[in-house]
């Protein structure tokens, strides 16, 4: 059974969800209008995986006798002058996300509510791997910054993720 105020929170987390996937769908196209095939397809990727975010919340929710709200999702940033700011923006806006998430464990451990902490647990691990690709891409940003031949290269590299 689902406590009243964690299911609000949850239900939050599900919009921050899909406003994350908002945001890089934002970046994606952006990235490609500016010629970064490469870079859109990576963002393109990250706002499903966002969405799927979302869904896991949302299946937990329904499964745990809980009602999803799906409230409206505020807009977005729609440009970034570079990559690199857009590399930049997505590294802040995880460590954000990963505040929240630890703030639902907070909140889940205070309640003893264990299903939702082991659920939770997931999204502990998978936003340490957000930071790091997001940290490690910067960094190769960082480093090729006035290089169109190192930008195009990554922008190669960044292309070919997978789901
Ligand atoms: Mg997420």
């Known amino acids: 059974m689902l406590e009243k105020k964690l299911e609000s929170a949850l239900n939050k987390q ?12 934002s970046m994606s196209y952006d990235m490609d209008d500016k010629g970064y ?15 799927e975010h979302a869904s896991r919340f949302m299946k937990f929710i329904g499964e745990t ?9 505020e ?7 570079t990559p690199q700011h857009a590399f930049e923006d997505t590294l802040k806006h995880e460590k954000v996300v990963t505040r929240k998430i630890y703030a639902l464990m907070d909140m889940a451990i ?19 791997e957000e930071e790091d690709t997001a940290s490690k891409i910067l960094e190769k940003l960082k480093k090729i ?15 070919k993720r997978e789901e």
Do not use: H, R
């Open 65 to 73: 006798g809980g009602k999803v709200m799906l409230m409206p999702i």
């Open 110 to 128: 205070e309640l003893k509510n264990y299903p939702t902490q082991s659920m939770l647990k997931w999204f502990v691990d998978e936003q340490v």
């Open 145 to 159: 910054e006035s290089s169109p031949a190192g930008l195009y290269a990554l922008d190669k590299q960044l292309g």
């Open 75 to 81: 807009t977005v940033k729609q440009e970034w002058k």
């Open 14 to 25: 599900v919009n921050a969800e899909l406003w994350s996937a908002y945001l890089y769908l």
């Open 37 to 51: 095939e490469g870079i859109a397809s990576w963002f393109a990727l990250q706002a499903k995986e966002e969405f």
